[in-house]
């Protein structure tokens, strides 16, 4: 019943000159969405192309699952020559072309000013480590901000850094909306738009976003570890009698009222209360009694398995979910119809479990598409986008500026 | 030297009827782009109206935070006139109107065919925690997909939570991402798009982007624990002499160089290669010795304190950066200047540290507006977007349809 297929950036040309996990995630986030998006690498590829994790053959897993839908060119930038390429590429004319995205670093670097000269309309994003320029990456911009303190066990004595680069992703997808803004704005004003983005930012923007700058700030010092607990409310882990975990989250009153009632322990909290002097109906004071409700929960928990856990709590509309190891959670998505995850040919890898951009456009997930090999559509890009002939393009080949895949 | 201000979505009006961190956050990242933000919540407030961190008076410094620059309209959209006026507002015409972004549940919901009844080419996205719609937060997410069996010390038996909500935010850029390409869409063929999102699909669709799906799909399993070293490279946290501690990382061969010059160790790591036939200029064989690479440039950092490793390191060019208490982030980040940290003076609150959003149009950061009083557009809403006159909102405020600020 809904409208629209999963491509409302057919047309548009994004040309993505980046590397590792940021750049890419935001250039790929496009394509998902139906953008035609160039990578750009050097020949031999750019530091990220044999990154971990990798197949039983060495093959990198990461590589292709980060620039899934693109084109592939190899181009060597960093000559005066493979530079010019690129420039006549981000600058191409049209009303859905024009818009390059980079994360390079150093000499080799187009800057806006260069693209605006060329055309004055142009859209670029610069992603960077630091505002200044400064280089880092996800986890030394976590450890910067302070969230490592404020993770893992409550008696754990050290910072605990994330696995999850939450920060590349997020920076990613701020890319990709700074670029779809900046169209926006093109097709409104003719006006084009040069935007820096430093990764350092992103978290202190979002952290801000919680508060817990405020928090800090009026606090003079970080907030402690409060292990798995959900900070300012009731959230925790429990073990199952069947040797599984689930996470049990009381946000608002209902899910209090849906977890006291799944359990039948209302009674029991109701003459906790007075004795207590607490309100658990509030957020505060069943996060300052969460170690008081977590015990009394615990043993419901550790008696039942999780078939029972489930029944009931579902049942009453508790918020909840269970634990899983990353291997259960791809089986069980494999097995979903409509499933942002499926497995598909990858070219040098052959069959691979994908995901789906997480858009439902219309209702349906929109299948992965497989990523290019590198160099793939060096040919293609060098024909059809910059209109050189089959005797330019084989001079590029012979003089070591362009590849195609090896 | 840059074309544009920071505000390409001047003229857009986005309806916002979300609670928490997702919908919110995602609104307030199109509001910080310039766009005109009407955040829609019950009269009361939402379930987030207090939620923590709060202030030493206990108002809320998290709701604020994540409703920046949006204007406040208080409706009882549970209620029938209520909600017709929820949707006249999220139909309302012209080319720049029509976009709705909701997380409601139950029956209270405007559904994307009643949006296009009203008007044909409306955009919409509905953001839910599972994709068919069971409730989900970020916490039982992340257990669901595996993340947190991978997270923390590594002798650590039980799985560790992450604080930071990551899927929350990546989710709210996502729908930001996905409304402006339905605005691209709408622009260029008229046509209007309604999207599911669900924080589900988020998190499954990021950890399929860095391989991580495929490899515990391989592997039968998921990944163990590898403490602070960064997966399949060279990265850990080292404490140096005056208690403080830095992530130094390792990605490239060029910054794996730095590392050695920098501590003086290359000539130890040349004598090791050949003697464990290791050639760590790989990532995977930095991976492989990571506990002896760590071990031999432990002392180094052990001797020395966090200004002399600071000026080494960089002398180097090395990649590093010092963990920092979350209040030492803060005050260092309002002290440099140009920051996306200022201290704002916020109605209910008083002056409060806020961040900025973290695209730099032009270069400079966009300093932070305040949020709204709960309610404080409610008239000038009625008045000016939906063309009531003083009677009938009088009207409306005496049946408790609508309130102004408490």
Redesign the interface.
């Known amino acids: 019943?809904?409208?629209?297929s999963g491509t409302?950036?057919?047309?548009?040309r994004i040309v993505e000159c980046a590397t590792?996990?940021a750049g890419p995630?935001g250039g790929?986030?496009?394509a998902q969405?139906?953008a035609d998006v160039v990578r750009v690498d050097l020949p031999q590829g750019g530091?990220d192309r044999?990154?971990?994790?990798?197949?039983?053959h060495?093959n990198?897993?990461?590589?292709?699952?980060?620039n899934?839908g693109k084109r592939s060119l190899a181009l060597d930038f960093r000559r005066p020559e493979g530079r010019e390429l690129l420039l006549a590429l981000a600058t191409a004319p049209g009303p859905d072309a024009g818009v390059y995205l980079d994360n390079v670093a150093g000499r080799a670097r187009l800057r806006?000013?260069e693209l605006?000269e060329r055309r004055?309309d142009a859209i670029h994003?610069h992603v960077q480590g630091m505002?200044g320029g400064k280089?880092?990456?996800d986890?030394?911009?976590?450890?910067?901000?302070?969230?490592?303190?404020?993770?893992?066990?409550k008696d754990?004595g050290?910072?605990?850094?994330?696995?999850?680069?939450?920060w590349d992703?997020?920076?990613g997808?701020?890319a990709?909306?700074?670029l779809?803004?900046?169209?926006?704005?093109r097709?409104?004003t003719g006006?084009?738009?040069?935007?820096?983005?430093?990764l350092a930012?992103?978290a202190?923007?979002?952290?801000?976003?919680?508060?817990?700058?405020?928090?800090?700030?009026?606090?003079?010092?970080?907030?402690e570890r409060?292990?798995?607990h959900?900070?300012?409310?009731f959230?925790v882990?429990f073990p199952t009698a069947d040797g599984r975990?689930?996470?049990v989250?009381a946000?608002?009153p209902g899910q209090w009222e849906a977890l006291c009632r799944a359990t039948g322990t209302g009674e029991v909290f109701k003459a906790l209360e007075p004795a207590l002097g607490a309100d658990l109906s509030t957020?505060?004071d069943r996060?300052r009694l969460r170690e008081t409700i977590e015990a009394i929960l615990r043993p419901w928990f550790a008696t039942r398995t999780l078939a029972e856990v489930s029944a009931r709590l579902d049942e009453a509309?508790a918020?909840?979910?269970?634990?899983?190891?990353?291997?259960?959670?791809?089986?069980l998505?494999?097995d979903e119809p409509?499933?942002?995850?499926s497995e598909i040919d990858q070219p040098g890898i052959g069959p691979?479990?994908?995901?789906?951009?997480?858009?439902?456009?219309?209702?349906s997930?929109v299948p992965?598409r497989p990523a290019p090999l590198l160099g793939a559509d060096t040919d293609s890009v060098l024909s059809e986008d910059l209109g050189l002939s089959a005797g330019e393009i084989g001079r590029l080949h012979d003089a070591g500026i362009v590849a195609g895949p090896a």
């Open positions: 019943m809904t409208q629209g409302p950036l057919a047309g548009l590792f996990v995630s790929m986030a496009l969405l139906g530091g044999g990154r971990w994790p990798v197949d039983a060495g990198s897993l990461y590589w292709p699952s980060l899934k806006y000013e605006t004055p994003i505002p280089p880092a990456v986890y030394t911009v976590n450890a910067g901000v302070g969230v490592p303190d404020m993770t893992g066990p754990h050290a910072p605990v850094n994330h696995v999850l680069p939450a992703f997020l920076c997808m701020t990709a909306t700074g779809l803004a900046a169209l926006h704005r097709g409104r006006e084009g738009t040069g935007m820096d983005l430093a930012d992103v202190l923007s979002a952290v801000g976003n919680l508060g817990w700058l405020a928090e800090a700030h009026l606090a003079g010092h970080g907030r409060h292990g798995n959900t900070y300012g409310s959230g882990d975990r689930v996470m989250v946000l608002t957020e505060a996060f509309h918020l909840w979910g269970p634990y899983r190891d990353m291997s259960e959670a791809v089986r998505a494999l409509d499933s942002v995850v691979m479990v994908a995901s789906a951009g997480p858009l439902r456009l219309g209702g997930a992965p």
